[in-house]
């Protein structure tokens, strides 16, 4: 089945800086590959996904690339806030078990100082 | 709209108990998932369902049980309660099936003592 790998597991980076998160995945028939954010005491919320036959995806400040070739995709934050320190999770959509669900990463905690 | 509606948000459990955590999400969503959240291990699929009157079991299922009479509602089941189950647990729904966002609940965080 479909396994998803997340680097780094923490994250810690001055406010202003770049931060960028990798994950890899294992089946490549997967297609749909979003990112949550989770903040402390919360679910994790949606904040960026990208398709199977789109390169990149931005979204203001955030951006998500996709390599099929390498099985793996990003999310690069730019100009990091201190309202971005949280737990963020890549996800991959397993095509053959699990019956087409999600499959989450482990997660990593960003933090930013200011 | 509210969304995923989860309770209890805490829980405190003794060991041998059992308890039925409450899922309800008011977006007609079919789709609808258990998930637990352990430190440090990220999101593990327990059930989903996808509609009414049918689940199927995730990746963790054991010691789980689950039931889908409505849309709407989706609770989770713990039987016997061990301290391996101490965990937080977020229910989610979604219109389709792993291709779109997931709502996520704010969780339930249950301790088995």
């Known amino acids: 089945g479909e396994n998803v790998e997340q680097h780094p597991s923490t994250l810690s980076v001055q406010e202003g800086d770049s931060a960028v998160i990798k994950c890899t995945y294992s089946?490549?028939?997967?297609?749909?590959f979003p990112w949550y954010k989770q903040e402390l005491g919360k679910g994790p919320q949606l904040i960026i996904d990208?398709?199977?036959?789109?390169g990149e995806k931005k979204d203001q400040r955030i951006a998500v690339t996709l390599n099929k070739t390498a099985k793996h995709f990003s999310l690069h934050i730019t100009e990091t806030q201190p309202e971005d320190s949280a737990v963020y999770f890549c996800?991959?959509?397993?095509?053959?078990?699990?019956?087409?669900?999600?499959?989450f990463g482990k997660g990593t905690k960003l933090s930013v100082k200011p | 709209n509210a969304g995923v509606t989860q309770t209890p948000k805490f829980r405190i459990l003794k060991i041998g108990q059992s308890m039925t955590l409450q899922c309800t999400q008011d977006?007609?969503?079919?789709?609808m998932y258990w998930y637990r959240q352990d430190p440090g291990m990220g999101l593990k699929l327990i059930y989903y369902?996808?509609?009414?009157?049918?689940?199927d079991k995730g990746e963790v299922p054991n010691g789980y049980n689950v039931s889908r009479s409505t849309t709407e509602d989706f609770p989770l089941r713990l039987e016997l309660a061990a301290p391996s189950q101490t965990s937080v647990y977020f229910c989610?729904?979604?219109?389709?099936?792993?291709?779109?966002?997931?709502?996520f609940g704010s969780g339930t965080r249950l301790t088995v003592v």
């Open positions: 989610a729904s979604s219109y389709y099936q792993g291709s779109s966002g997931y709502t």
């Open positions: 089946d490549s028939a997967s297609n749909y």
């Open positions: 990208i398709r199977s036959n789109v």
């Open positions: 996800a991959a959509r397993a095509v053959g078990g699990s019956q087409g669900n999600l499959i």
């Open positions: 977006m007609n969503h079919n789709y």
């Open positions: 369902s996808v509609g009414a009157g049918i689940t």
